[in-house]
Each structure stands twice: as structure tokens, then as C-alpha cells.
């Protein structure tokens, strides 16, 4: 292995751990909206059955 080789390697891990952290944030995300909107849902329940 030359040194451009282990270079390109770096690039790669680091090009691939980004991705990874890009795709947890999205992952995160995604669940943050549902729990919103599962909470949303709920309290809206909540105040019809208060409702006369």
C-alpha cells in the first residue's frame, strides 16, 4: 500500500461515517415527528371527551 491508498481509505471511512450520522439524524427525526404527532392525537382525544 502506497500512501495515496491509505489516504482514499481515510476519505472513504470518514465519507462513510457521515452517512451514518446523516442517516441517525433523519432516523431521529422521523421518530420525533410521530411522537408529536402520537401526543397531538391524544390531546385532541382528550379535550373531545371533555366536551359536552
Known amino acids: 500500500m502506497n500512501v495515496n491508498d491509505?489516504?482514499?481509505?481515510r476519505?472513504?471511512?470518514a465519507r462513510r461515517k457521515d452517512e451514518?450520522?446523516?442517516r441517525r439524524r433523519e432516523e431521529l427525526?422521523?421518530?420525533r415527528i410521530r411522537g408529536l404527532q402520537?401526543?397531538?392525537t391524544a390531546k385532541l382525544r382528550r379535550w373531545n371527551k371533555e366536551q359536552p
Not at 491509505?6 to 481509505?9: Q, S, T
Open 38 to 40: 402520537a401526543r397531538h
Open 29 to 31: 427525526a422521523e421518530a
Open 20 to 22: 451514518q450520522k446523516k
Open 11 to 13: 476519505i472513504e471511512q
Open 6 to 9: 491509505l489516504v482514499a481509505e
